[in-house]
């Protein structure tokens, strides 16, 4: 389950990273998906949005187990 993850988080990486920003998998469990954002991501307002709307979304999507994703 991880590797599928860390797969989808690596689709979403480039479009943060353009963005000067990146994502990292820190943990799954219990259906709840864990990362952590860096960079210009960890301090932007907008960065709950990116998490909720792009990542979770995805995630979400591609792997029914995935409930939510939530920033550690």
Known sequence: MQEKIQEIIN???PMLQADGG???FVD???G???VRLKG???G???SQMTLKNG???L???EIPEVKSVEQE
């Open 11 to 13: 689709k979403i990486r």
């Open 22 to 24: 990146d994502v990292e």
């Open 28 to 30: 799954f469990e219990a």
């Open 32 to 34: 709840v998906v864990k």
């Open 40 to 42: 210009a991501c960890a």
């Open 44 to 46: 932007c307002a907008m």
């Open 55 to 57: 990542i979770e979304r």
């Open 59 to 61: 995630l979400k999507q």
